[in-house]
């Protein structure tokens, strides 16, 4: 089982480096650097509020202290409530990447596991994410379900029980 932690202000360098990693593996692009400064701000901003709406989590590289093996991130949206979703407060899952020299480990898994944790404990029940085609068996075994349009959907039950 991975060792998977919150993230803090000191890792968002290295959670905007396996963002470009999960990126290119996408859609292969020219790196401009004004994205990856912009984005190393804002999670060091985000990260450094343990009650605020973003949250990322990590798994750290056994073989280098100093990069992370794997992470998970999560935002709450708040939005007008509907019957399904009473309190209108939606998850969204992005950012979820394992460095290529330490897939198939599980550290993902572990990752999202406690990012599910993480939106158990603050009330939402309705997540969002969209899956690369590789990722999606993954999301599947989690209790996401293809929607009608390209994303997929968890609900939690009520209760926090899983």
Not at 43 to 65: H, W
Not at 92 to 98: M, P
Not at 102 to 111: F, L, T, Y
Request: proline share 7%; net charge positive; hydrophobic share 35%.
């Amino acid at each position: 089982m991975s060792d998977t932690r919150r993230a803090t202000p000191r890792d968002a360098e290295e959670l905007v480096r396996l963002r470009r990693i999960m990126l290119d593996s996408l859609r292969p692009s020219d790196d401009h650097a004004g994205w990856r400064q912009l984005s190393v701000r804002r999670l060091r901003t985000a990260l450094a509020d343990p009650d605020g709406d973003l949250m990322a989590t990590v798994v750290d590289d056994p073989a280098r202290p100093d990069r992370l093996a794997a992470c998970a991130t999560g935002t709450i949206e708040n939005r007008l409530g509907s019957p399904e979703n009473p309190n209108g407060r939606i998850g969204y899952v992005f950012n979820v990447c394992t460095n290529p020299s330490q897939r198939r480990r599980g550290h993902s898994r572990s990752c999202m596991e406690a990012l599910l944790g993480w939106y158990r404990e603050r009330g939402i029940r309705k997540i969002d994410l969209t899956s690369s085609p590789e990722a999606e068996q993954l999301y599947a075994s989690l209790g996401f379900r293809r929607m009608p349009e390209p994303a997929m959907r968890l609900l939690l039950p009520e209760g926090g029980g899983a």
